[in-house]
């Protein structure tokens, strides 16, 4: 089983529309990293939440950890086709071992 | 003025081959890492390294070997390719010393066996 569970796994949006991805793990996340990834191309690092209730925003995409450090959610208002692309979650849960793990993955499509 | 590299961005080659991903950060970080990302897009580590030092195998099969030669260099050798190596494969590199720390992804090596 994975570390880190990204819901849902694929997701298609009306341009506009508002969108939630959800980041589960059962262990305390000591950081929690979000990247966005398009095709044939490396990661993007989006955001970095690290505190419990912590909450930030970029642009029209805000991020939250909640106040257990076990859960994140990333929330994009009025979507555009550039949000189009592969969210990673990606978490250091053994607490500064310089290891990341991810989730699986959200893949985002943005129609017209 | 690419921060992470990696050579080249496409391989292809024949299975039980040996081949060799080049990697190079520019960003003076102490800490690199190789991570493949498989066809249904889990992104795993595979090893990391500490100014030249080994930190982190992940179990990963001893047919990939990582060679760094210097600080800002971290290449992956891969011997007798099989069908499973079929992947993304993703360099990084961090600050050490840094809690909590950003990884700066290099654009992937899209590794494809025949």
């Known amino acids: 089983s994975q570390e880190l569970e990204q819901s849902p796994q694929s997701l298609i949006v009306q341009e506009g529309k508002n969108l939630t991805i959800n980041c589960t793990s059962s262990?305390?996340?000591?950081?929690l990293y979000w990247y966005k990834q398009k095709y044939g191309e490396g990661l993007i690092f989006l955001m970095m939440?690290?505190?419990?209730?912590e909450e930030k925003s970029h642009e029209k995409i805000t991020a939250k950890l909640d106040e257990k450090k076990q859960q994140s959610s990333l929330h994009i208002t009025a979507s555009q086709p550039s949000h189009a692309g592969i969210y990673l979650c990606g978490a250091d849960i053994s607490a500064g071992a310089q290891k990341l793990v991810f989730g699986q993955g959200t893949r985002l499509t943005i129609n017209p | 003025d690419t921060a992470v590299s990696q050579t080249p961005k496409y391989l292809v080659t024949q299975m039980g081959n040996d081949k060799s991903i080049k990697c190079e950060q520019n960003?003076?970080?102490?800490?690199m890492y190789w991570y493949k990302q498989d066809s249904k897009k889990f992104l795993k580590i595979m090893f990391s390294y500490n100014n030249k030092e080994l930190i982190i195998n992940e179990t990963v099969p001893n047919r990939f070997s990582p060679k760094s030669p210097d600080k800002a260099h971290l290449n992956l050798h891969i011997n007798s390719l099989e069908l499973g190596d079929s992947a993304v494969y993703f360099c990084?590199?961090?600050?050490?010393?840094?809690?909590?720390?950003?990884?700066?992804f290099g654009p992937g090596t899209r590794l494809t066996g025949t």
């Open positions: 939440l690290q505190k419990g209730g």
């Open positions: 262990k305390t996340l000591y950081g």
């Open positions: 990084a590199s961090s600050q050490a010393g840094q809690v909590p720390y950003e990884q700066y």
């Open positions: 960003l003076g970080h102490d800490t």
